[in-house]
């Protein structure tokens, strides 16, 4: 589908035109703000009937003269406080009931809504992508409805000192790299393999011209990456351990670190059946870091950002790591491994040691780390660990009006107490209780020392079970579109 920018007072036509609608004394200002060719829908039968609850919407037949066969209402609510969320929830719903409707082209009016006209344009563009989101690569009937062809966003009056040009290539970078990140999480752990994910990381960096290293079994066991070497001792697929960077003479880096389990089993301390297919899931972080380059290459913002990505599965085997087995991690701690299914902390220790040698600016890692995560904030809400206050709030404040909501937990030094083993430096679980702080208290003892660092737990919002406003169900592509905005990409 092409999304474009069309003037409404000239615009030529499409099949069905959605029409956001507001509540109380706005209602319908939409339709009576538009220019030329479009004053007539005014007069659509029907739209003084028209729904505006929140998401609500009505498929109606458009007026003679109007330049569209159908107009589409969907409510977004009340105008006072109308936030992006809230139109990202109705033109998301819009398009997709669209396309149900086999909608051959869209447009969609953003006349007369309180929001800057470069807000607007962005979010709308976003919810069309997202809305429309499918991963159809491994599905062989083509029954289902196809996407539109060409959408249309009409501008309204609204001022804003943005460009709604730039709103667009700056939505259509993010909407690239959430559907890069979901459709690597979507594919099952026999399609998205270490290697393959490994060369989608290459393809990346060949488009976008960014440095690229990849490390094999032999090489992360050379170097000294002990725990992560331990995690894919069971595993018949080779590991690899990728490192992007944009600019590698561009002065001190962000360094994204992503957790890249392909398929999490628990190993030998085997997880139980049950929903054990969505731990294909486990490489959500690893996922995010590479959509966020993707856009970072697409919009070919100048900030210096690497990419860590230690990647492989954790499998139960003969010759797999077993609960008691101390291992040395590269940054010379022994870490004695209790519970094998703890096994992204073990990785992410080697690639936060690994990060120290880039000399960063600062370090955020992203992993579906922890199902305590989940029981801790439910499915709306991942977890920011970070000793760095600061940090951690600009990461909520670019988070929320983006639809990636954070919430900060503690990093206190009585939750480490819980780590501390008989016969290594440190053991690699707790207790059960506070599981999602206990692993950042772990992961901390890795992280650069004297460097801002950040631990992103996506556990609760990488993989959602039902379609939520805008995430389609499965992979959400959680966490892109903050790293977008952290690496000054937007
Ligand atoms: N990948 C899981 C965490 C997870 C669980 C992510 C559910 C998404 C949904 C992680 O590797 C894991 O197994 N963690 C254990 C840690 C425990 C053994 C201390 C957990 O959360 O149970
Ligand atoms: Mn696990
Ligand atoms: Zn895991």
Redesign the pocket.
Known sequence: MNIRLADPAAFAGCDTLILPLLEGPDRKRAAQVLPGALAVLAKTPGLDDAPFAPKETALLYAPDGAPCRRVLTVGCGAAEGLDTARLRAAVAAAARLARERRAGSLAVCLAGLPLPTQEAVREAALALRFGLYRFLELKTGDDLPPDPEDAALLPGEAGGDGDPAAALRLAEAEAAGVALARDLVNRPGNHATAARIAEEARALAVRHGFSFQVMDRAAIEALGMGAFAAVAQGSRAEPCFVVLDTAPEGGRPLCLVG?G?TF?T?GI?L?PAAKME??K??MAGAAAVLGCLEALGRLGSPRRVAGLLPLTD?MPDGGGVKPGDVVRTLSGLSVEII?T????RLLLADALAFAARLEPEAVVDLA???????IALGVHYAAVFSPDGELARRIREAGLPLGEKFWPMPMDEVYAKELESDVADLR???R?EG??I??AMFLKRFAPEGVPWAHLDI??T??QDAATDFWTKGATGFGVRTLIALAGGA
């Open positions: 957790k389990v999490d628990g301390s997880k969505e731990m899931s486990d954790n519970n299914d703890a096994e992204g579906t780390l922890t199902g305590a995560a989940r690699n679980v707790g059960r599981g999602a206990i692993a556990a609760p990488a993989f």
